[in-house]
């Protein structure tokens, strides 16, 4: 089974609108962390946001947020007021602590292709 | 400024030719990891290391060696490069978590874009 899946392989978005690309993930693990990379056409790999299990609230940075949902197992990502230099890929993984031997590993999903219109 | 180094950003080599990818990271975290990425197959991971001398497999692990000497430098090693190792490397590092339910992410290189012909 896919331990994080993103399902939408494309997303198109006006610039200033507000877009919600999806993650869900699987795990038994009660103890694991969530991550959003972004990925531009320059190939390099950007820390966005992080959501922890344990954490009560959900995890913003600037215009990004994490609608984060344990029990359906969901980590959306909410960008707000979208900007042309957010059309790139984005990867949404997570980090097993006990399962994966001390949480050695990033399982990430296929992605997101994102691209922002005038 | 922190970060993880890698070098080559580009690479195109010819099967067989043995040839090793450096990475490099200044911010004394232990954990450092490998991970490929090819299309539609997000990105999984080669290898990783938790310490100096303490490395293990990852999920992609055949074909590729890895050595951590120092605690700064993780370089990949593909003896026998082939024509299904092209792909786009990443090289990754965190600190470790000294509390049970505070979990890192991980810092990653810019990427070598390996070619094998």
């Known amino acids: 089974a896919q331990k994080i899946t993103q399902t939408q392989p494309g997303m198109f978005v006006q610039e200033k609108e507000a877009v919600t690309l999806d993650c869900t993930y699987d795990t038994s693990d009660p103890s694991y962390g969530l991550f959003w990379y972004k990925q531009p056409s320059s190939g390099e790999m950007i820390f966005l946001i992080y959501?922890?299990?344990?954490?009560?609230q959900n995890a913003t940075e600037g215009r990004y947020s994490l609608n984060f949902q344990k029990a359906r197992k969901s980590a959306n990502l909410v960008i707000s007021a979208s900007q042309l230099g957010d059309s790139a890929m984005y990867f949404c993984a997570m980090r097993e602590a006990i399962l994966t031997g001390g949480g050695n590993k990033l399982t990430f999903g296929t992605g997101t292709q994102l691209k922002v219109e005038l | 400024e922190a970060q993880v180094t890698q070098n080559p950003r580009y690479l195109i080599t010819v099967t067989g030719k043995k040839l090793t990818v450096t990475c490099s990271q200044n911010m004394n975290h232990e954990y450092m990891s490998w991970y490929r990425q090819d299309p539609g197959l997000g990105l999984r991971q080669i290898y990783y290391s938790m310490n100096v001398e303490v490395t293990d497999k990852g999920d992609v692990p055949e074909g590729y060696k890895v050595s951590r000497k120092e605690k700064r430098n993780f370089p990949l090693i593909l003896e026998s490069p082939s024509p299904n190792q092209t792909s786009l490397y990443f090289c990754a590092s965190r600190k470790k978590a000294r509390q049970e339910k505070l979990l890192y992410g991980y810092t990653f290189g810019s990427g070598t874009r390996l070619t094998v012909v």
């Open positions: 959501q922890g299990s344990y954490d009560q």
